[in-house]
């Protein structure tokens, strides 16, 4: 504050209105409340098959398109994606279970090692990952770079996105999902095709992200 009425008693003056309005100092910050879920409501979670159900429900929700496949009918499953896409190039993790490209025919798909670059990664018609976990309560699938889902750029690029999630992958809420994965990976949390509003509110997909998310639900 300087002694001649400078601009240091102005500010002085507004932070004294500011403190008033607010109704004076706070001897210590307010609670923060922590209501939100961590597990899902009984009538939700009664057994395994409702968590997949609800999983299934949210995951349309967010407009992506969901299966649930066995085990052996992974490969069969991916082709099917794949033909119906009419992908004749993808790009895959280069340590992608080799069961789950068994089937393909007339695909070309390219290994991500070397890191394949972001022209080919464009050019590409599909990636196929798998995740790191999912969850039911919002249909989100999670992903932190381990075993068969690559660098993040690998979702992030191509325009339609084949995910392979595992049926005990899948947990009933956020919470549960985040007290299972490692906070000091690269988490990337996904619901449904990438997606944005503008001013006008109107929801343009595609811009951050792939246009198509389809997950595959394996159930063991």
């Known amino acids: 504050m300087t002694a001649d009425g400078g601009p240091g008693d102005s500010r002085a003056e507004v932070l004294r209105r500011v403190r008033e ?9 307010p609670p923060v409340p922590r209501r939100y879920a961590r597990r899902l409501p009984d009538a939700q979670a009664g057994s395994r098959a409702d968590v997949l159900a609800l999983f299934t429900e949210r995951v349309a929700d967010n407009r992506a398109a969901v299966r649930h496949v066995s085990t052996d009918e992974v490969g069969t499953a991916v082709a099917a ?3 119906g896409r009419e992908a004749k190039q993808i790009v895959v993790p280069a340590d992608v279970p080799f069961g789950w490209l068994a089937e393909l025919d007339g695909v070309r798909a390219l290994a991500d090692a070397p890191a394949v670059d972001t022209g080919t990664l464009a050019a590409v018609d599909a990636v196929v990952t ?15 770079g381990g ?5 993040r750029a690998l979702t ?3 325009g339609y996105h084949l995910c392979v999630v595992h049926a005990d992958q899948i947990v009933g809420t956020v919470p549960e999902a985040v007290g299972r994965l490692d906070p000091f990976r690269p988490l990337t949390w996904i619901s449904g095709p990438s997606a944005t509003h503008g001013i006008e509110m109107v929801r343009v997909e595609g811009v951050h992200g792939p246009r198509h998310l389809e997950v ?3 159930e063991d």
Do not use: K
């Open 81 to 83: 994606a794949l033909w």
């Open 216 to 218: 595959l639900v394996v």
């Open 21 to 29: 309005a607010l109704g004076g100092s706070r001897a210590a910050p």
């Open 147 to 151: 075993r068969a889902q690559g660098r």
């Open 130 to 144: 798998g995740c790191a976990a999912a969850v039911a309560g919002t249909g989100t699938v999670v992903l932190d």
């Open 156 to 158: 992030l690029v191509p």
